[in-house]
């Protein structure tokens, strides 16, 4: 996986319950991103992260929060707000966000609803 | 509006044979592509970049081919083998999306199925 943990592999939510994904990577990479793929549709950003201590929304935020406290570790919660989280997410990390950075990934989490 | 796409779903070939399969873009300010292979239920792997000042560029078994003028991307893999049943992502490098901030844009995915 690149050297990016992505834990649990699945998960399962209740209504009206937030969860949260963890990401962890050893890269000494300093950006980090999460994506959302569904099934026929392209990976769709959520949120980015160029530094520690900053993150910026991708194009489908609503419903979803981050953190970036440390440099290794960039967790994604799912909302109550979110009200189609059944999908598979994606983390991955690169060097930095400028340009023509290739992203490296982790091995997902299957979020489904109860 | 930029969008990044695939003209097969699902190509199903011979082990053993070439594989050829195709990604058109819309963006013609990008210049960076990638292709990716993801395995289900695993996350997509890096297989092979190119920037737009190439038109070709070749690793082990694969090839990736650039064609700027009809704004179309291939990834070839030579000599097919069943390990290489996955789905495979074209994505391309906006440099429209929050400055200069590195936002690629991912195509649907083609699955390739290979016949032992």
């Known amino acids: 996986d690149g050297g990016i943990t992505q834990s649990p592999k699945y998960l399962f939510r209740k209504e009206g319950q937030n969860v949260t994904l963890s990401c962890e990577q050893n890269?000494?990479?300093?950006?980090m991103y999460w994506y959302r793929q569904d099934p026929g549709q392209g990976l769709r950003l959520i949120y980015y992260?160029?530094?520690?201590?900053?993150?910026q929304k991708g194009d489908i935020a609503e419903g979803y929060s981050v953190s970036r406290e440390k440099k290794e570790s960039f967790p994604l919660t799912v909302t109550s707000a979110q009200k189609n989280p059944t999908a598979f997410y994606l983390c991955?990390?690169?060097?930095?966000?400028?340009?023509?950075?290739?992203?490296?990934f982790g091995s997902g989490t299957q979020l489904s609803v109860l | 509006g930029e969008s990044v796409g695939l003209h097969l779903p699902t190509l199903s070939v011979q082990e053993g044979d070439n594989s050829i399969i195709n990604c058109a873009y819309s963006?013609?300010?990008?210049?960076?592509f990638i292709w990716y292979k993801q395995e289900s239920g695993k996350g997509p792997q890096f297989i092979i970049d190119?920037?737009?000042?190439?038109d070709k560029r070749q690793g082990q078994r694969v090839t990736v081919l650039l064609n700027k003028t009809v704004k179309h991307l291939s990834l070839q893999i030579a000599a097919t083998q069943p390990g290489d049943s996955a789905v495979y992502f074209c994505?391309?490098?906006?440099?429209?999306?929050?400055?200069?901030?590195?936002?690629?844009?991912f195509g649907t995915g083609t699955l390739l199925a290979v016949q032992p």
């Open positions: 994505a391309e490098n906006s440099l429209n999306y929050g400055g200069a901030t590195n936002k690629l844009i």
């Open positions: 963006n013609s300010a990008s210049d960076y």
């Open positions: 991955a990390s690169s060097e930095s966000v400028s340009t023509n950075e290739k992203l490296f």
């Open positions: 890269l000494n990479h300093d950006a």
């Open positions: 992260s160029q530094i520690v201590n900053d993150f």
């Open positions: 190119i920037r737009s000042n190439m």
